[in-house]
C-alpha cells in the first residue's frame, strides 16, 4: 500500500517561504503522477501543482511564478518550494499520487487514489 508522508508546514508571515516534502514509500516517484493539493476551511480541495509521467508539471493559475514543484529520486521525495506567500495561501496541503493521470486532469483531485495525511501551512498578513 502506498503511502505519502508529508512535512514541512508552518506558521509564516505574508512574503516568507516554506517547503513542503512528501516522503513515498512503496512507490517509486519517477514513473508515478505526483501532486500537491491544498484545502481551506469551508472550501473545495484545489490542485496547486504536479508532475506528469511525462516529465512535465502544471501549476495552478493561483500559484504560477511563486511555487515550484521537484523531487528528489535518490530520497523518493516530492517537494514544494513555497515562495512570497500570501494569506490566501493558508491550508491543508496534501501529497498525492497515482500511476497515471490524464494531462488536462493533472490537477484534478479525482484522479488520485492516494493521498498523505496533511500538513498546515498559515500565512499571516
Known amino acids: 500500500q502506498v503511502q505519502l508522508v508529508e512535512s514541512g508546514g508552518g506558521s509564516v508571515q505574508a512574503g516568507g517561504s516554506l517547503r513542503l516534502s512528501c516522503a513515498a514509500s512503496?512507490?517509486?516517484?519517477?514513473?508515478?503522477?505526483m501532486a500537491w493539493f491544498r484545502q481551506a476551511p469551508g472550501k473545495e480541495r484545489e490542485g496547486v501543482s504536479a508532475f506528469h509521467t511525462s516529465k512535465r508539471s502544471g501549476y495552478s493559475d493561483s500559484v504560477k511564478g511563486r511555487f515550484t514543484i521537484s523531487r528528489d529520486l535518490a530520497k523518493n521525495t516530492l517537494y514544494l518550494q513555497m515562495n512570497d506567500l500570501r494569506p490566501e495561501d493558508t491550508a491543508m496541503y496534501y501529497c498525492?499520487?497515482?500511476?497515471?493521470?490524464?494531462?488536462?486532469?493533472?490537477?484534478?483531485?479525482?484522479?488520485?487514489?492516494?493521498w498523505g495525511q496533511g500538513t498546515q501551512v498559515t500565512v499571516s498578513s
Open positions: 498525492a499520487a497515482e500511476k497515471w493521470v490524464t494531462w488536462s486532469l493533472l490537477l484534478e483531485s479525482d484522479s488520485y487514489n492516494s
Open positions: 512503496k512507490l517509486s516517484v519517477s514513473p508515478y503522477c
